[in-house]
């Protein structure tokens, strides 16, 4: 049943409420515990990391569930309606802690509330990219589903400029710097959770037609325990090159851009000097970036190797990264008053990087559908869950470890706590530079080496679609 375009809409537009919630976290959360609330930067990274690592360990097992889900609403759809409202709930209270906390009180708040906020997305983001794989087995409209599920992702980026940079976290004579006003964070994480509460409902609610013409479980899943069968698929999919190619790569990869997000607002603020109007536009431009190379990787995937498009995009964004950094480190840089200095930190920092890691936006969910394929063509079972739910648990506890080296650096550099540009000596300054140079260049590095692995080509999915439909027409 081909996908019209309304399905299309609907679906993707999901990616827009879980993007919010990614933006508020990644850009704010940090910089607020640290920066604003005095929490250590150890303390703070470590209640990212431990929460992104129990997380993680619910990932597999929420997608050998959502694979043996049976309901009127099909394997997918409760799990995506059950868990927008302790999303939403959550994603207000940890922005939220009440007045006169100790340090361990404030550690313990964020901790636990980032525990339901991250179990919840669990809940809702297995289902959903399992969904996505589900739709459409087409090469060429599995990756345009992605890309423009990946797009309203990226409009994603209008909450932190629009409602945090340009409006709540604005300079105000009352205030001062209002990315440092503490009583802005709750109202900006208030107008989010209520964002994605409405975007969550409405993506699942709107996609329910499309529930009929999806797989079912296999009628054999029962026979096994939960915990057995998790680890039956686990040890199954492993077994498969491709999927460790892209499992590992994410991996690394997600490490790598869990250093760069989460010290983003620091080096914004601390690094380059500029203020939350400047941040705003750089957070546009890596909108925009992201966009425009959504739109390129997709037009190039069509024609290419998703494998070799991948490994491209992910060698282009080290080399600006690390270019970008290196330079300013090193004193290169147009100095402050210089006019090219925005204009060049907007480009480099924002429009060119985000334009090069769009690859890895685009392919790497859309190579794990084929992997998908070719694990049915082997075993004649559809286990999408598996497949997202182990990938969804690399990502986490690499992007746990990156948030946890990201604390590290922050009380390494003696940044915690600091109110003001004005307290940041050069040495401070040069350390973090360096910082965010080494964990591109090295992490990333590492990320190519790993998709250097992946060997399914364009021809090879094709041989086995024709396999799989030739099997369907006989049984």
Known sequence: ????????????????????????????????????????????????????????????LMGVVTDRTRSRLGRRHPWMFFSAPPLAASLYLVFAPPAGLSRSGLFGWMLCWMLVNRVALTMFNVPYLSLGAELTRDWKERTVLVSLRHTFGQLAALFPAFVGFFWLFRTTPEH????????????????????????????????????????????????????RALRQDLSEVFRQRAFRAVFLGTAIASMGWGVTVSLGLHAGTFFWDVDARVMSYWRLASMVGLLLGIAYWTQRAARGEKGALFSEGLIWYVVIQTGVYGLATLGLWPNREHPAYVP???????????????????????????????????TGHRREGVFFGASSLSQKLTGGGGALF??????????????????????????????????????????????????LTRARVGDIHECLAKRSSEG
Not at 195 to 206: F, N
């Open 1 to 60: 049943m081909p996908l019209s375009r309304a399905s299309r809409f609907w679906y993707a537009l999901g990616q827009l409420g879980s993007g919010i919630k990614y933006e508020s976290f990644a850009y704010f959360l940090l910089f607020y515990y640290t920066q604003v609330l005095g929490l250590p930067g150890t303390l703070a990274g470590a209640a990212v990391a431990v929460s992104m690592a129990v997380d993680a360990l619910v990932d597999p």
């Open 406 to 455: 990201a604390g590290l650096i922050v009380d390494l550099v003696g940044l915690t706590g600091v109110k003001s540009v004005a307290e940041v000596t050069l040495g401070m300054r040069v350390h973090l530079g360096l910082a965010m140079t080494l964990s591109a260049l090295v992490l990333m590095g590492l990320s190519w080496l790993a998709f250097r692995q992946y060997d």
């Open 344 to 378: 060049l930190y907007l480009l480099g920092t924002g429009f060119l990087g985000a334009f090069a890691l769009a690859s890895t936006y685009v392919l790497s969910e859309s190579m794990m559908g084929d992997c998908t394929d070719e694990d049915q063509l082997a």
């Open 176 to 227: 001062g710097d209002g990315r440092l006003h503490a009583a802005a964070y709750p109202v900006y994480a208030a107008i989010s959770a209520v964002s994605v509460l409405v975007i969550l409902l409405a993506t699942a609610w709107m996609t329910r037609d499309r529930i009929a013409s999806l797989p079912m479980p296999d009628p054999r899943s029962p026979s096994r325990g939960l915990l």
